[in-house]
């Protein structure tokens, strides 16, 4: 069994930061990749940035490059996402990912966190 648990969303004014977090928990595992995702109202999910573990590639939407950062804890499984120059479009439930396997699994398997709110305000 494998838990996802966010932390770090809240409410910020226009061009503020946040620093959102995830840990994953449990046992006999290994994490392929982790990475961010979010839904903002009315719209459907997205991808915002994700991070490769063993290559350590990174990606970003387009519409976040230059103003988030992903990084990676790989001995705590966690992952981060640094989000400065906030948005009123950043406004949405960001959701941590993680791409598990373990020994005698054919593929990996996705798991999702709960998410996290994050508003931004003017």
């Known amino acids: 069994q494998v838990q996802l648990v966010e932390s770090g969303g809240g409410l910020v004014q226009t061009g503020g930061s946040l620093r959102l977090s995830c840990a994953a928990s449990g046992s006999g595992f290994s994490i392929n990749a982790m990475g961010w995702y979010r839904r903002a109202p009315g719209k459907r999910r997205e991808l915002v940035a994700t991070?490769?573990?063993?290559?350590?590639?990174?990606n970003y939407a387009d519409s976040v490059k230059g103003r988030f950062t992903i990084s990676r804890d790989n001995a705590k499984n966690t992952v981060y996402l640094q989000m400065n120059s906030l948005k009123p479009e950043d406004t949405a439930d960001y959701y941590c990912n993680a791409n598990v396997q373990k020994p005698g699994w054919i593929h990996w398997t996705s798991y999702w966190g709960q998410g996290t709110q994050v508003t931004v305000s003017s």
């Open positions: 991070s490769d573990t063993s290559s350590g590639v990174t």
